[in-house]
């Protein structure tokens, strides 16, 4: 028997040729296996003297032979396993499948060789298939690269995820800024909802916030598919929602199902949107509403959509959470506003009508002193003299509250006005005090600021007559000056009166805030009061520096010319 091996690839060739005749015999007396030089041509396999090629029985890759028909003439043992027939009848290989087109371009010549990949039994295989012109045969060489293809679906497969991933990290980052970059809720809620979309498919979308009190829910924000009943700010009870049941496991939900299986379990579930996809809001560990997604598809959702709206829910909750308190505090503060004006227009009304019975009673009263004083003992001329004394007070008091509600009521006039004409009005208004106390007041270049005259000068008359009416033992010296700083001048009323204890330094500008007893200081309790809020009507503020028995400086802000 003559054997020709030849080294191909990683193994060694060998193939068993026909049964030797008398010229063999002779030529090879043992019998035993002749091995021929190696081809130089190393992608074939050598020849033998009869110009058959040689077949490698020990590849451990599968090696076929067929003839130019695709009859399988020659299967080593790697392939043989896989063999189709019997014994002496034409045998086929799935490794030898669909070659016509193969044999096609190899018999024309155009080509050396063709390689393929085929699928057998699960398995894959990259095949290199080459025309055997000396013999005319096909020959097919195999190597299994099964794990080659898992490991490159694995590769693909993990590139997939990986931008997949990326992806979601980009929109998830971009629900981010849009949530940073707008403080309209509205404005939020449009832009996180587009960007939403292609992460998680809906139908519908809602915010809906809960009153866990009251056992309800509320839409704050809705869109896509209308539905009835479900309409933005409708009130509408937790039992029997798909809501509650989100709300009872305080944890992210899939319900989703045929219509007829979820409306039965769910009575107030929407029928037409059979999937259901739900995040709980957690703000500072308080529950405050639910996140749902909402398609017509049954079995819409996995758990990666839920993921990913877990995501989104826990980005998107302190914007709302934040919006819901400034919208509770703008309620707040608009209901106080309109309570304040009503109060400031009841006082006016109040003072200004109070007025005429007050002066009735003031002028009976002074009737009675005049005309019956001699008739009277000695208590009851004093008891007359504590009424007059007692609507005097109250007069003033109600002139106080006029004047303070006139300030917010009556329109501000603002306009390039002269402090220095503003300070000699308030000073001439002020001439019987200053003229009994022997008071000193001093005051260099005023500026021209804009402001409204008449309220300025109440501001300057009210804060120069507390300095002369709270004088220490000296003699009351006021000194006025002006500094600029920006856009505003701060204007200073510096005295040497009795001085003020720093725990009462914002007191003072309280409505009738009185540190002092009547007896000993005359007042309302109304006049800073009343010139805190004419500055704060110029947009400016007011504040005092003060100790006791060292005077005081009251500062305040006023808007400049220029």
Known sequence: MVVVSKEIGCGILIRTQREPDDADRSSNVSGKPELQPRSQDSGQASVDSAGQLSFPDLNTNPVLETDVEGRVLYANPAASENMLGVAGQERTHPLAADLELVISHLLEGKVPFVTRNIEDGGRSYEQKIVHVPENGSIRIYSIETTEVRRMERA???AGDETR?????NDILAAIGRIIASSLDINEVYAGFAEQLGKLVPFDRITISLLNLEEGTFANAYAAGVEILGREVGRIVPLEGTATNECVQARTGL????TSGDLVQQFPQIIANLPSVLMSPMFYRDELVGVLHARSKN???YTQQHLNLLDRVAAQITPTVANSLM???RVRSEEKLIRSNADLEMFAYAASHDLQEPLRMISSYLELLQGRYAELLDHDGVEFINFAVDGAERMKALINEILEYSKVEIQAIFLAPTSCMDVVERAILNLGASTLENRASVEFDDLPIVNADSAQLTRLFQNIIG???KYRGQNRPVVRIGADRSGDVWIISIEDNGIGIAPEYHER??????RLHSRGKYEGTGIGLA?????????????????????GSTFRFTLLAIG
Do not use: T
């Not at 997949?164 to 979601?168: P, W």
């Not at 003072?508 to 805030?513: D, L, Q, R, S």
């Open 466 to 468: 507390n300095a002369i």
């Open 298 to 300: 049954e079995h819409a």
């Open 164 to 168: 997949i991933l990326a992806e979601e």
């Open 530 to 550: 009343l010139c805190s809020k004419i500055v704060q009507r110029h947009g400016g503020r007011i504040w005092v520096e003060s100790e006791v028995g060292k």
């Open 155 to 157: 590769l693909r497969i």
């Open 508 to 513: 003072i500008f309280e409505m009738f805030n």
């Open 254 to 257: 899939i319900i989703q199902g």
């Open 326 to 328: 400034y919208a509770e």
